[in-house]
């Protein structure tokens, strides 16, 4: 018995059918028997496969699964031509918007991408769910046909990101539980080495305009890049100061600079005639040095560390390199991690006195600053709930110069810290195990408390 056809949605073909026939199973027999599978003893092989358990919609998605497979084979052989192309392509386009028919003109697409005419393209980009599943050489080839189509996807992609709160949070985290094995691969696929050669030896090539370096810089501020790469240097440069360390980690501390460099200057750069700069020579003679040497003094006693810590330098650099700046927070992380409390009351006030201000705003890297001192604090405070909650209730010194000389006076500065603050001062009383161990001392936190609401900044709401 012939077949017919009935592809895509179907309700309003079932309806008809069941309401034409008075057996209501009568009229699913009829459906089966006249849209079954058009296939060689397929009716004696049904009621198997209705004892067996399938359902027809089963039956027939293994079926055309199979049949894909079979056809997406034979797209890809040698011998598939190009009127084969235009054969297949005019009898399978009409189902393209059905999800289960879409794989095998996809393909076709894919693999005959230079042929495809101009009201082929059209079609797709007007729908927009076969668009997203198009093949990215046709979504290219869209795109530079249409730039106003291309900037609105863009948009679309920055707004989701934008909103989606879950990447903002791993972005602004400055420690996640693993770094290596995501990043370490990410960044080979980059060609790094590529990167520094363009932009080490002035290579003047451009696309579309651009720098060729800018286009490859932009990469880098993905902030768990930037993130890692300043892990690393921080890594580096406390092995360095180690006997016996290996002779080419100035070579890494430096190469892993220059990345940072790149990812710093390349929004500015981009769309634009500016120049990539070098990386600031102050960086690479004085803050490797003075960072050294706060690794060294890390146990010794404070009144003499003092005096050998140029703390003063380190604030100048940090203030105004963005580098620098990932660099030394990173170095407060990994302290906070370690419970190293000496260096953490040497080099947290520093944070306090490189604070972009109001009266930064005017300055072109004044937004990087921000977002970077925010991801600090987020970072830093959920290593202290995590970690260090107790200590610093129970502790003098990390009471006083975490909480009482750093943290209570940060929330003065922006909000985001002051919300973060309120999370941790929470976290006292919403896990039972804290409070037998404070005793009295709970009335250190309600007294955080009130400080925090009183001088905190509050958020600034559009109307």
Known sequence: MSKTNLIGPAEETIKAHLSQSGDPLEAIRTIQRIYGLD?????????????????RHEVHLYCLDALNKAILARIESPDFTLNDFRDLYRRT?????????????????????????????SSLKNDEEVFENCPLNIKQRIWKQDEGFFQGQMLNVLNDYHHNERLQALAMNLKPESYQGVIEESLSSLRVDLLMNVHD???????????????????????????????????????????GAPGN??????????????????????????????????????????????????????????????????????????????IYVHYLIDRASEGDITSLSRCLPSILNTLPSEEDKDNVDYNIHLYTYQSFFRTFINIIIKRHLVDCVMDIRWRQAVVEEFLLRAVTWDFSVHEQVVKMLNEYFKEPKHLPKLGEQVAVIADWADKVFLNGTREEKVY
């Open 93 to 121: 386009s009409p189902y393209i918007h059905i999800p289960y028919m879409q794989p095998v003109p996809m393909a076709l697409l894919k693999k005959f991408e230079k042929y495809v005419d101009e009201d082929i393209l």
């Open 201 to 243: 030896q002035d290579i003047e090539e451009t696309v579309n305009g651009e720098p060729l370096y800018a286009e490859f810089a932009m990469i880098l501020m993905d902030p768990i890049i930037s993130n890692f790469l300043s892990s690393c240097i921080v890594r580096w440069l406390r092995n360095s100061v180690d006997e």
């Open 249 to 326: 980690l100035e070579d890494l501390i430096n190469y892993n600079a220059k990345l940072l460099n790149l990812a710093e200057h390349a929004p500015r750069a981009t769309g634009s005639d500016l120049k990539i700069p070098k990386i600031d020579r102050d960086i690479r003679i004085n803050f490797w040095h003075d960072i050294s040497v706060v690794i060294i003094n890390e146990n010794t006693p404070t009144n003499q560390a003092n005096s050998l810590i140029n703390i003063t330098r380190i604030e100048s650099i940090i203030s105004k390199s963005e580098v620098a700046r990932k």
């Open 39 to 55: 296939l060689p003893g397929i009716e004696a092989m049904y009621p198997l496969l209705d004892l067996a358990g399938y359902s």
